[in-house]
């Protein structure tokens, strides 16, 4: 059965720093897009961050260098660091796996096959 697990959320104040990480079993990781998304308090969910299976990494706009995504397939893990956080990042964050490899909706949620459970990420002052 697979299962995604995430963990280091929390509460940070604007600028600070988080690494999240999710923990991925019963599929052959390797082979699957890994994604982000969050979703803030009365909003829809969102793409954050992917790590397609060929190395490609791909990032939501606001994100765009204070956020890293990377992946170590002989763990099975794959992490967000986030640096410079800010109000807006606040949100529940979850890991997804997608196994289409679909270049074109690697930020549509509706196409990740799993998710996890959800992590809380607040950042206020």
């Known amino acids: 059965q697979v299962q995604l697990v995430e963990s280091g959320g929390g509460l940070v104040q604007p600028g600070a720093s988080l690494r999240l990480s999710c923990a991925a079993s019963g599929l052959t990781f390797r082979r699957y897009t890994m994604g982000w998304f969050r979703q803030a308090p009365g909003k829809e969910r969102e793409f954050v961050a992917a790590s397609r299976y060929n190395g490609y990494t791909y990032y939501k706009d606001s994100v765009k260098g204070r956020f890293t995504i990377s992946r170590d397939n002989a763990k099975n893990t794959v992490a967000l660091q986030m640096n410079s956080l800010e109000p807006d990042d606040t949100g529940v964050y979850y890991c997804?796996?997608?196994?289409?490899?679909?270049?074109?909706?690697?930020?549509?949620?509706?196409?990740?096959?799993?998710w996890g459970q959800g992590i809380e990420v607040t950042v206020s002052s």
């Open positions: 997804a796996a997608d196994g289409n490899g679909i270049l074109s909706t690697i930020r549509d949620p509706d196409t990740y096959d799993h």
